[in-house]
Nanobody, 124 residues
Framework: QLQFVESGGGLVQPGGSLRLSCAAS????????IGWWRQAPGKEREVVSC????????TYGNFLKGRFTISRENATNTVYLLMDRLRVSDTGIYYC?????????????????WGQGTQVTVSA
């Protein structure tokens, strides 16, 4: 059975860092594109970053570039999202998900399996 487990969220002050983890069971993360999404309170879910099967990555949103880094560790079957210089506006629930098409995509309908999410709160 395919399952994602996100972890690493928590409360952090503005300017701080967190590293989120997405651990998978039931399939290999390097067999598909994996995206990190987030949902801020009262807003729609938005894609943050995605890593393709070949390891190429895409970070969405100019406001995220240079601050968020996605990576994959095949030995532990885990995808990470390193978040630096966090802002209050980065607060939300962060999810990892795998695509139906084996390619990174910006629409949520292209993703099928989702984790339960991990809460990130950036506050002074």
């Amino acid at each position: 059975q395919l399952q994602f487990v996100e972890s690493g969220g928590g409360l952090v002050q503005p300017g701080g860092s967190l590293r989120l983890s997405c651990a998978a069971s039931g399939f290999r993360l390097d067999s598909n594109a994996i995206g990190w999404w987030r949902q801020a309170p009262g807003k729609e879910r938005e894609v943050v970053s995605c890593i393709n099967r070949n390891g190429s990555v895409t970070t969405y949103g100019n406001f995220l570039k240079g601050r968020f880094t996605i990576s994959r560790e095949n030995a532990t079957n885990t995808v990470y999202l390193l978040m630096d210089r966090l802002r209050v506006s980065d607060t939300g629930i962060y999810y990892c998900a795998t695509t139906k098409t084996f390619k990174c995509a910006v629409d949520a309908t292209s993703y099928d399996y989702w984790g339960q999410g991990t809460q990130v709160t950036v506050s002074a």
